[in-house]
């Protein structure tokens, strides 16, 4: 069936360094957008970015990721990080596998970051 | 901006108990979902609800049953609660299309003692 693969649970970057955190998918239907969502501390999980467009980059809040389809990859990334961004980070694709659309998530990947 | 209101935040109750949650959404969407957020931070669909059907997860114990009004409310109701039912568990909507943001409620925090 399909699945997301966040490879990592933690990680730990110092204020102004870049980051990036990874994910691979697997999917066997059309598979028509990618999300990345953000979790803050007691707050609902919201979507940081969607793409739909192999190999175009998609930013917001200076966040950006760049669909794959070649290598199943949808990696996100900021080039200076900051300590509002520390939070759990959730990559999502959809799954019509049931007979209705379903987000399915990887196991999510907490960013720390440090002053 | 909260579209997807859960109530309670927080319930405590014992093992064996019954507990419902209530869930509401004012996005006009025809989809609704309730997600557990495990102690591990992983966030499992439970359910699936729309004017058409219901989708189960086939993981899901028997114990627990989504009950909805209306496409607006999904409550969640667990008949006999077990230590393992202690999570987070997260109400969403979306329109039913595959291309379309599923947005979250903030989570009712269930701790079983």
């Known amino acids: 069936g399909d699945s997301v693969t966040q490879t990592e649970g933690l990680v730990t970057v110092t204020e102004g360094l870049p980051v990036k955190l990874n994910c691979t998918y697997q999917t066997t239907y059309l598979t028509i957008a990618f999300f990345w969502y953000v979790q803050y501390l007691n707050e609902a999980p919201q979507v940081l970015l969607k793409s739909s467009t192999d190999n175009k980059r998609t930013e917001h809040q200076g966040f950006h990721a760049t669909l794959h389809k070649s290598s199943s990859s949808f990696h996100l990334q900021k080039s200076s990080a900051q300590l509002s961004d520390s939070a759990l980070y959730y990559c999502?694709?959809?799954?019509?596998?049931?007979?209705?659309?379903?987000?399915?998530f990887g196991s999510g990947t907490q960013l720390t970051v440090m002053p | 901006e909260t579209a997807v209101f859960q109530t309670p935040n927080y319930h405590v109750t014992q093992v064996g108990n019954e507990v419902s949650f209530n869930c509401k959404q004012t996005l006009g969407h025809d989809t609704m979902y309730w997600y557990k957020q495990d102690s591990k931070k992983l966030l499992k669909i439970m359910f699936s609800?729309?004017?058409?059907?219901?989708?189960v997860n086939e993981t899901v114990p028997r114990r627990f049953s989504p009950q909805s009004s209306d496409k607006a409310h999904l409550n969640l109701r667990i008949k006999s609660v077990e230590p393992e039912d202690s999570a987070v568990y997260l109400c969403a909507s979306s329109r039913d299309r595959g291309d379309t943001e599923v947005f979250f409620g903030k989570g009712t925090r269930l701790t079983v003692v």
């Open positions: 609800y729309n004017n058409k059907q219901l989708i």
């Open positions: 999502a694709l959809p799954n019509a596998s049931s007979g209705s659309w379903q987000l399915i």
